[in-house]
């Protein structure tokens, strides 16, 4: 510990040996067994380098472990070096030479020492002054020990704790440490954004700990954790409802884990915090949209079922219809007899319209799609619902959606129209207010999250909105089912909303209700806004009218009783008919008859051939033949046989006297 020893130089007698820092400076070998020679020998045996050096640098003695750990050859080697080698910086010297001179004595200061042969590394150094009977320096001794393992350890564990402390610092997640009787002794920067407390201090004066977070019914569960835990566990988690400071409830994830001492004895807890809030409303939505999902394919399954049944039962009912219209226009006919039958017409037309219904609701119904105003449609239509509705609800109209035209079927809108106000009605059976609304809304990518979504774009919006009794989350589940009511018996089919249901579908639209109890519903239509440009608004109808003819008519159909019916109408119409059950009785009859022949009046579904192929045969051998395609499929069958193109002249089974004629008339006519 001192200045840097200079070679010092002597003049002695011939042959005297010179000394010279590179050359060791030696003492009198002690004699063996002497108290020097043991002192030597106790001195290296010590685990930690132990020397001498006068305040100016100058080693006087060494042991063997200094010796080593100085990478010297020899305690010779090590003797020629300087105290002032051991500092690999400079300042460390002059600080704890000052602080020896100061204090007498200094320890364990590590620093930075290096090697003979020029390598750093740690050493802790204690040093002391030894003074002589006058008080004055006579040396120091020094105590120096190799620490760069230790030191290396603890950089080590300096690293990893600041990385310990970045992660708990930065994490996303509250993270807390808490004692075991549940006091935080330490919360990192996200549980004071989570929770709302400034930090534990301000907790603890509180008195909050983790069971005052944990909402009553699930302490159970943190209770259970913590016998988990000290029963063995490593880590438990579990799902809670937790507080705020503020009071506010959020659903929280923990996982905890349990900490112990340095005897292995449970010293307190690991708590990891993470608010589940956005993923367990993510749950709710995909819970309710595999519900919808469920409603939509049990609703797509009825649909499919209405259509496979409608073409049988519109069969059976052409026969009783027709023949019912035929038995009406006997003049002759019993007073008696003709209101049964008038009895049997309403009630089959009752049926088709339950039929139709059905065949509405899977969305299986031809519609006669036009460019429609639905300001329009609403205003023509608001003094049917007046009549139609009773007197004490009160119709207001909101028609916004700036004339925006929609291609759709106007009879259909108006059926919707209708339905959605007498659902309204019911659901105020006093008295209230039923508003109906247009607008224009613009759906994007995000309104289309439902089961059935509907593509992005510009609809129009037509709303029905009233202030009745409301429904509750069971009842607006069902209602779009067909046969569901909340009616007494007797008093509803159930179809009204199934209907509308299928029909909005059908036109490529959307439906959405909002309702709350005691308040009312609305029912918010969505049709996709059309640039079509509107056609030319027909010439008022005149009063309906059955019309006769004398040409020839072909037709075609497999079902006997409609085939007989539909000939039967046809030659009460005044018409020359002609009939056939298949392919080969038609061709037959276009041969023989050649020209004669004006219209087919044909199935769509035909054995072994379709409506559409038959006529093409016919026109061959009839060229100017003209067709009605008649058919009591649901649309989707029809349209697979190629029967409804642009343009193309259908009858929808079962159809009445009146309407045969209209059709009929009109295309031999045109």
Not at 151 to 164: F, G, I, K, V
Not at 340 to 349: H, L, P, Q, R, Y
Not at 462 to 490: A, N, W, Y
Request: with cysteine; hydrophobic share 40%; net charge negative.
């Amino acid at each position: 510990m001192g200045d840097t020893h200079e070679p010092v130089s002597t003049d002695t007698a011939p042959g005297a040996r010179t000394e010279t820092s590179c050359t060791p400076r030696t003492a009198d070998a002690p004699s063996p067994g002497s108290l020097e020679s043991r002192y030597h020998a106790l001195l290296d045996t010590l685990p930690v380098g132990v020397f001498r050096s006068l305040p100016d640098g100058t080693f006087l003695e060494a042991n063997e472990h200094v010796v080593r750990m100085r990478g010297a050859r020899s305690r010779e080697e090590f003797l020629t070096t300087s105290a002032t080698d051991l500092y690999a910086d400079p300042a460390d010297r002059q600080r704890l030479l000052r602080q020896l001179l100061e204090y007498g004595s200094i320890h364990d200061a590590v620093l930075r020492s290096r090697k003979c042969d020029g390598t750093v590394y740690w050493v802790s150094l204690t040093a002391t002054l030894l003074r002589n009977g006058r008080g004055e320096i006579d040396s120091i001794l020094g105590i120096v020990e190799d620490v760069s393992s230790r030191r290396a350890m603890l950089d080590a564990l300096a690293l990893s704790e600041e990385r310990y402390r970045g992660v708990v610092k930065t994490s996303p997640d509250a993270i807390a440490i808490s004692d075991l009787q549940g006091w935080f002794v330490e919360i990192n920067p996200r549980f004071t954004d989570l929770f709302g407390f400034d930090d534990v201090d301000q907790m603890r004066r509180l008195g909050i700990n983790s069971a005052n977070l944990v909402l009553e019914p699930d302490l159970a569960k943190m209770r259970d954790t913590v016998q988990d835990l000290i029963g063995g566990n490593v880590s438990v988690g579990m799902e809670v409802r937790v507080k705020r400071k503020d009071g506010s409830v959020f659903p929280a994830e923990f996982s905890t884990s349990l900490l112990r001492d340095d005897l292995g004895e449970p010293a307190g807890f690991l708590a990891v915090i993470r608010d589940i809030s956005e993923r367990k409303r993510a749950e709710q939505a995909h819970l309710a949209l595999e519900e919808q999902l469920r409603q939509s394919q049990k609703l797509e399954a009825i649909g499919l079922l209405a259509g496979g049944v409608a073409h049988d039962l519109n069969n059976m009912l052409t026969p009783i219809l027709g023949n019912a219209d035929l038995l009406l226009l006997d003049r002759t006919l019993n007073p008696l007899h003709r209101s049964g039958i008038e009895d049997m017409v309403k009630a089959t037309k009752r049926a088709r319209d339950l039929v139709r219904q059905l065949m509405a609701f899977g969305r299986k119904q031809t519609l006669d799609m036009k460019s429609l105003d639905v300001d329009e449609v609403v205003a023509s239509f608001e003094s049917l619902l007046r009549r139609t509705l009773r007197e004490n609800v009160r119709i207001v109209l909101d028609l916004r959606s700036a004339s925006r035209r929609v291609l759709a079927d106007r009879g259909q809108i108006e059926q919707v129209l209708l339905n959605l106000a007498l659902n309204s009605q019911d659901a105020m059976p006093r008295e209230g207010t039923l508003t109906v609304r247009t607008s224009t809304v613009l759906v994007d990518a995000s309104d289309s999250l439902a089961a059935a979504p509907i593509p992005p774009g510009t609809y129009v919006a037509l709303s029905v909105s009233d202030t009745g009794c409301g429904m509750d989350p069971i009842t607006q589940q069902r209602i779009f089912e067909p046969f569901f009511t909340t009616k007494e018996k007797g008093k509803g089919t159930g179809l009204g909303l199934a209907t509308v249901y299928g029909i909005v579908r059908q036109h490529g639209g959307d439906i959405r209700v909002q309702t709350v109890i005691g308040q009312g519903s609305t029912f918010e239509v969505l049709l996709p806004a059309s640039s079509t440009t509107p056609p030319i608004a027909p010439a008022t109808p005149s009063e309906p009218k059955v019309h006769a003819g004398r040409e020839t008519i072909l037709v075609a159909e497999d079902d006997p009783a409609v085939r007989h019916t539909t000939v039967a109408l046809l030659e009460r119409l005044g018409y020359r008919v002609l009939s056939a059950s298949s392919i080969d009785e038609s061709l037959a009859i276009a041969r023989t008859q050649g020209e004669r022949v004006d219209l087919l009046l044909t199935d769509v579904v035909m054995p072994e051939v379709t409506g559409k192929d038959l006529y093409a045969k016919l026109q061959a051998l009839i060229p100017g033949l003209k067709v009605i395609y008649m058919s009591g499929y649901a649309s989707d069958v029809i349209e697979g046989h190629g029967a409804l193109a642009q343009g193309t002249a259908f009858l929808q089974k079962p159809f009445t006297l009146q309407a045969l004629s209209d059709r009929v008339r009109g295309v031999l006519d045109s």
